[in-house]
């Protein structure tokens, strides 16, 4: 039986949770708590703000050295957009590159299929998976199986993997809070408006599709005291 008393009734929005943001002094501390390539991962992962989906599909050609960009493509809701490359990353990625091409190669020697593409594009040119734009940026070290069609191939490196290299990381450094992939998306952000980027362009290079998403991090940046003096200090 329903009661006129409630027939009007609107259920309460649930509040967005504040995400945990680290200090860039702490996100050094964790990227010197790793090495090699899961370092280089990290770096990048925060320098760009990028979701650990959006980097571990990144391709060759994704990643423009020259211009110091970043295309992401098929990110959140399918959409694209890009971001981009700090200088200091540059002669690292640019080493990685080469390390990759000579992977790639290999691959190519070996016979092996291509990379997976797109379904439609794999449609179109069933060859193309096997040009080295298309070449993940972060391969997987061993070949796996396609559970959709049996082809035993190189993908690129699994989330369980990397997430693995980032909390012990997070083990190594010691820190006292709970900090995941995502942390550095959320760092990156918050880092940037509180240098004075503004909200609209933060929107974009995180891809947020709603500007409210975004501001989110307006919060986070005074919750972790960036660029804010506590009252504290001057008595």
């Known amino acids: 039986m329903n009661d006129p008393v409630f027939n009007n009734f609107t259920r309460a929005r649930r509040g967005?949770?504040?995400p945990?943001?680290?200090t860039q002094e702490e996100c050094k501390r964790l990227f010197?708590?790793?090495?090699?390539t899961y370092?280089?991962?990290?770096q990048l992962m925060y320098a760009a703000g990028l979701r650990l989906t959006e980097l571990l599909r990144l391709r060759v050609q994704d990643v423009d050295l020259e211009r110091r960009q970043l295309s992401i493509q098929f990110g959140k809701g399918g959409k694209s957009r890009y971001s981009m490359i700090p200088d200091k990353l540059v002669p690292l990625l640019t080493e990685h590159r080469e390390r990759l091409r000579e992977l790639y190669k290999?691959?190519?020697?070996?016979g092996l299929p291509g990379v997976e593409?797109?379904?439609a594009l794999e449609r179109k040119w069933p060859k193309a998976g096997e040009k080295f734009v298309w070449f993940w940026f972060w391969p997987s070290r061993n070949l796996m199986r396609d559970h959709c069609n049996g082809i035993v191939r190189r993908h690129h490196l699994l989330d369980v993997t990397f997430q693995k290299a980032i909390k012990e990381a997070v083990e190594k450094a010691g820190f006292d809070k709970r900090v995941s992939s995502h942390t550095l998306r959320h760092s990156f952000a918050t880092h940037l408006l509180a240098s004075g980027?503004?909200?609209r362009d933060v929107q974009d290079l995180l891809g947020h599709a709603d500007i409210s998403t975004t501001e989110i991090y307006l919060h986070t940046a005074k919750y972790a005291g960036v660029g804010i003096r506590s009252p504290f200090d001057v008595l």
């Open 16 to 18: 967005r949770k504040v």
């Open 20 to 22: 945990t943001v680290l």
């Open 32 to 36: 010197d708590a790793m090495d090699g």
């Open 39 to 42: 370092r280089l991962m990290t």
């Open 106 to 110: 290999r691959d190519r020697e070996a």
């Open 117 to 119: 593409l797109p379904e």
């Open 197 to 199: 980027t503004g909200i």
